[in-house]
């Protein structure tokens, strides 16, 4: 199969920009595995998936090293399919799904990496806890019993605006949060340390507003054909 886009000099270009301790998370939905393999080749192991039959096609189609994680709304009864190999679910938008996820990550003995998501964007469609339903989540404090996920931060969207001072000031109202909670919940936690925003179009500005994990795809892929 002959790309048509040239994958390893895309990725070449997006990491010569991004700073020291930024890692790279190239979203691969809707993109046929050649696409995936490329990447591979070019060095890139850590890949992000919004679709469950998708992912666990991909992931048994290639190498066992690529860091899988799933970024888009995941319904509880997808979760026991990702289980077995997940390593990081993104957008973690309910203390419902967060215990299904313990639940799954128990039956395969292991500990499951999260983010929990960010509704701070205007779109009423985006998922995510707003702040306030954030903080009234872990002040309730029932998710310090589930032992077998680790919330190791915060991801979130900004709106899809042409307005970058928008995007900023939504990048720098999650980057604060992210301290509160951090100050509230996590001080002890040397893993609740990631600030995963940016994508193709706003990845410049959040690595500017203390991103620690960009989710890029279009610019790495090309367009996706749904
Ligand atoms: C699709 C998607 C991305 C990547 O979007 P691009 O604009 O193609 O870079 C990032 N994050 C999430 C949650 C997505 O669903």
């Not at 050649?34 to 080749?41: D, I």
């Not at 899988?68 to 390593?87: C, D, E, M, R």
């Not at 967060?98 to 003995?109: G, H, P, R, V």
Request: with cysteine; aromatic share 10%.
């Amino acid at each position: 199969m002959m790309l048509n886009v040239d994958v390893a000099e895309n990725l070449r270009a997006i990491k010569d920009t991004l700073p020291d301790g930024v890692r790279l998370v190239a979203v691969s939905k809707f993109h046929p595995v050649e696409y995936l393999e490329a990447a591979y080749t070019a060095g890139q192991r850590v890949f992000g998936e919004s679709h469950e039959q998708e992912l666990t096609k991909k992931q048994a189609a290639l190498p066992d090293d690529i860091e899988w994680h799933f970024i888009g709304h995941l319904q509880t009864n997808k979760v026991k399919y990702i289980a077995p190999y997940i390593s990081m679910i993104d957008a973690v938008d309910s203390l419902k799904l967060l215990k299904e996820i313990n639940k799954q990550a128990a039956k395969n003995n292991r500990v499951i990496k999260v983010l929990l998501e960010l509704h701070i964007a205007e779109e009423a469609t985006k998922y995510g806890f707003t702040p306030d339903e954030c903080r009234r989540m872990l002040s309730e404090g029932e998710w310090r019993s589930l032992e077998n996920v680790e919330i190791c931060g915060l991801m979130m969207m900004a709106s899809n605006v042409d307005d970058e001072e928008q995007i900023r000031r939504e990048f720098l109202t999650a980057a604060a949060f992210f301290d509160e909670v951090k100050a509230d919940y996590f001080s002890d936690a040397d893993s609740f340390c990631e600030r995963s925003w940016g994508m193709s179009g706003d990845y410049g500005i959040a690595v500017k507003c203390r991103s620690t994990m960009v989710r890029i795809g279009t610019a790495i892929f090309g367009p996706r054909v749904y």
